[in-house]
C-alpha cells in the first residue's frame, strides 16, 4: 500500500530522517501507526475499566465517601512525611 502524505507533514517527516532518528520515510510511517494503535489499546483497556466500575456502581450503589477520614488520613501521612524530611 503507498501512502502519500499531506505536503505540510514532509518537512517534519524528512527531518525526522535527516537526522537519523529512522532510516526511510516508511519506518517514521509504521513508527507513528503504532503508537495510533498502542495509544487507542489502552483507551480501550481504559473505557472498558470505567465502564466495568460504572456497572459495579449501578449493581452496588457504591461506598459513600467519608471525607473527614480521608482529610485525617491526608494530614497524618503529610506529618509523617514532613518528620522524616526533617531528620533525613
Known amino acids: ?3 502519500a502524505l499531506p505536503p505540510e507533514f514532509m518537512p517534519f517527516v524528512d527531518g525526522l530522517v535527516a537526522t537519523g532518528s529512522y ?3 516508511d519506518d ?3 513508527d507513528a501507526l503504532a503508537q495510533m494503535r498502542d495509544r487507542q489499546s489502552k483507551f480501550d483497556a481504559l473505557k472498558a475499566s470505567i465502564d466495568e466500575a460504572v456497572a459495579e456502581l449501578d449493581r ?3 461506598t459513600p465517601l467519608d471525607f473527614e477520614e480521608i ?3 491526608g494530614r497524618e501521612k ?3 512525611y514532613q518528620r522524616n ?3 533525613g
Open 78 to 80: 503529610l506529618a509523617a
Open 60 to 62: 452496588t450503589g457504591g
Open 71 to 73: 482529610k485525617r488520613k
Open 85 to 87: 524530611q526533617d531528620h
Open 1 to 3: 500500500m503507498n501512502v
Open 23 to 25: 532510516p526511510t520515510r
Open 28 to 30: 517514521v510511517v509504521r
